[in-house]
């Protein structure tokens, strides 16, 4: 096969992928902007509590997202198993309707994490295998902008849902939910898995390989638990918003703007990564979290929330795919969906104490204070990035 051929191949695989990942992204954000709203109105949950369910699902999923990449990459089965996690998605949504309190929303948020925590891996490892090695950060930005763009459609329809049917029919949103994962594991079938065949190591190999990392991979990953800590759950913007006086459907517009603008900056960031560094992308969007979060803090006013999340979105655009990216370049190439995973592990079991301090901070000082408390964390993740990481390009 010549190279333009296994070029337009591989792109046409990542374009899949990102298309399977967009439509799972309409039907988890359909809901999950109402969720810290549902749990308020229906079981009179307070912000501590919504930062202990976002806390407990996330970290409980995340320690799976590790496993599933070391899996992916002994048994190479990154299709059947990235499959697997997307379907979760289906049984996600039912539980949500079946919940009676808000422990059967915590369940259900477990079973959504679960899904995610297996599918994260694989899927980036194939991601990267059907990448161009000097366009690595543009494809993982073809990927983050259909992922993106898929939660933007989600948080568009949970507005247009939620504005005509009312702020009582949650449940409604939730079983249309199902419609667009079912479409995206239909599209499971047109893509093609890279698989080579492999030696078998020792399971112990796993941790050992782990301790010989690139010392710029382990500093990456500590900063990345270091900024995870004060990177608490979105759920906490949405309630933020509310406390601003935005309703129901205008807090849902807010997550929707900060979403498309991470779509629209995607792949510019990654092409931008490919040129100048990851570092430098790195650094400034850890910049970038530190305003937003800052201010989160002190504003009063509704135009400068809604700048505030176009920043956010700024932000995620110029992490989300780098950072992916990077992990691909440096990683060993038979521990690539291991490193994977183990980042967004890491990031995962940071997640659980990040949102009850967050939660408890509200509680007990004031809504200012997580944000605070996080936009110093990211403030210093940034300064050691900028001095210990090596700029690499592409």
Not at 93 to 120: E, M, N, P, Q, Y
């Amino acid at each position: 096969m010549s190279k333009e051929k296994t070029f337009q191949k591989g792109t046409g695989n990542i374009i899949m992928l990102g298309l399977v990942s967009c439509f799972a992204d309409i039907s988890s954000e359909m809901v999950y902007p109402l969720i810290p709203l549902y749990l308020t109105a229906a079981f009179g949950a307070t912000p501590a509590l919504v930062g202990i369910i976002e806390g407990i699902a996330e970290s409980i999923a995340s320690l799976l997202k590790v496993f599933s990449g070391y899996i992916s990459d002994r048994f190479q089965h990154k299709k059947a198993i990235a499959f697997c996690g997307y379907a979760t998605g289906v049984f996600y949504k039912i539980a949500l309707i079946f919940a009676a309190s808000w422990t059967g929303i915590l369940a259900a948020r477990v079973i959504d994490r679960f899904g995610k925590g297996i599918r994260t891996a694989p899927r980036d490892v194939m991601v990267a295998e059907s990448a161009d090695k000097h366009s690595m950060g543009k494809s993982f930005g073809i990927h983050k902008m259909l992922d993106m763009a898929g939660s933007a459609a989600g948080i568009l329809l949970a507005f247009l849902l939620v504005r005509n049917i009312g702020e009582t029919g949650y449940k409604m949103v939730f079983a249309l939910s199902v419609i667009p994962i079912g479409i995206a594991l239909f599209l499971f079938f047109f893509i093609q898995e890279k698989r080579e065949p492999r030696h078998m190591a020792p399971q112990e190999h796993f941790w050992k390989n782990i301790s010989g990392l690139n010392g710029q991979l382990k500093l990456y990953l500590a900063v990345t638990f270091l900024f995870t800590l004060g990177n608490s759950s979105n759920s906490f913007l949405l309630l933020r918003a509310s406390d601003l006086g935005f309703e129901s459907s205008s807090t849902i517009l807010l997550y929707f703007v900060y979403n498309i603008t991470a779509s629209l900056l995607a792949i510019p960031c990654g092409k931008l990564s490919d040129k100048v560094g990851r570092k430098s992308l790195l650094v400034g969007g850890y910049l970038t979290f530190s305003l937003v979060y800052f201010s989160f803090a002190f504003c009063h006013t509704r135009p400068l929330m809604v700048l505030i999340f176009i920043l956010y979105g700024i932000y995620t655009a110029m992490t989300a795919g780098v950072e992916r990216a990077f992990i691909a370049e440096i990683a060993p190439p038979r521990l690539k969906g291991t490193m994977l995973g183990l980042h967004s592990t890491l990031a995962g079991i940071a997640l659980l104490p990040a949102s009850v301090i967050a939660g408890i901070l509200w509680d007990s000082i004031g809504a200012a204070a997580p944000f605070i408390y996080g936009g110093t964390l990211s403030l210093v993740s940034a300064v050691i990035l900028a001095v210990g990481l090596r700029q690499r390009r592409g």
